[in-house]
């Protein structure tokens, strides 16, 4: 068995009045994060994982925030699509890690659904994903609510 692991970071600025999507979920806040798809920095940093590990670029290389095809998309798409290619190259998800950084809203109640939405995308168990979060103690842009900062670690493996 061959075995890789990867690492994700990904960071959005909020907005206001924007939808906060984390995980797949909209979650109720004054504010959301700000980008080209749904923003969402936890799947975001779940793909660059999966995608580094697998020595495939980045989720950039594959949906350019330049592309209208990527626009509004909904991020569990982009992880589907960022499995595919790690199935054509014979990998399979081992596990995956994620941390998420912001001070509100509190992300706890939401992460079994997270997890569930993850694992639907990914095809894997909810039992092989892990997230968590923290706060920033209101230090930096965290701190003062103007961005979300998600890290990911994944672990693929495939038959020699």
Not at 62 to 76: A, C, P, V, Y
Request: hydrophobic share 45%.
């Amino acid at each position: 068995m061959k075995i890789k692991v990867g690492f994700g970071f990904d960071v959005h600025q909020l907005a206001a009045n924007r939808p906060f999507i984390l995980g797949g979920v909209n979650l109720e806040h004054h504010s959301g994060a700000f980008g080209h798809s749904d923003a969402d920095v936890l799947v975001h940093a779940i793909c660059d994982a999966l995608l580094g590990a697998a020595n495939l670029r980045d989720i950039g290389f594959h949906f350019s925030n330049t592309d209208e095809r990527w626009k509004g998309i909904s991020s569990l798409i982009l992880l589907k699509e960022c499995v595919v290619l790690l199935k054509e190259k014979g990998w399979n998800i081992g596990n995956l890690d994620v941390m998420l950084c912001l001070e509100a809203p509190k992300v706890n109640p939401h992460i079994l659904q997270m997890k569930t939405n993850i694992a639907a995308a990914a095809g894997i168990s909810e039992e092989d994903i892990s997230i968590k979060a923290t706060t920033n103690e209101t230090m930096g842009f965290v701190g003062r609510e103007e961005g979300v900062v998600a890290y990911a670690v994944c672990l693929i493996e495939k038959e020699k």
